[in-house]
């Protein structure tokens, strides 16, 4: 069974830090691009970042440039988003996802307010 597993989001203070992890199973992340996505309250999903399936690629959403890093672990079958620099703007549910793929996880919540 495809499944992705987003964890690490929480409450925070504006300029602080997350890290939210992506775990995949049922299927090898290897060949695949992976993006972060994030749905605030009221508007639609947006995508945050996107990683080659070797990491030599990434792209960021405007926004987040200087503050958010995508990685991954292939042996691990695992992305990564760390945040920092927290902004009140960035409250929403963050997703993982393989690209080319419906393959979405659940959604962590990820607060930033004082």
């Known amino acids: 069974q495809v499944q992705l597993v987003e964890s690490g989001g929480g409450l925070v203070q504006p300029g602080g830090s997350l890290r939210l992890s992506c775990a995949a199973s049922?299927?090898?992340?290897?060949?695949?691009?992976m993006s972060w996505h994030r749905q605030a309250p009221g508007k639609e999903r947006e995508l945050v970042a996107v990683?080659?399936?070797?990491?030599?690629?990434?792209t960021y959403v405007d926004s987040v440039k200087g503050r958010f890093t995508i990685s991954r672990d292939n042996a691990k079958n695992m992305v990564y988003l760390q945040m920092n620099n927290l902004k009140p703007e960035d409250t929403a549910v963050y997703y993982c996802?393989?690209?080319?793929?419906?393959?979405w996880g659940q959604g962590t919540q990820v607060t930033v307010s004082s």
């Open positions: 996802k393989a690209v080319g793929t419906n393959h």
């Open positions: 990683i080659s399936s070797a990491g030599g690629s990434i």
């Open positions: 049922g299927f090898t992340i290897r060949p695949y691009a």
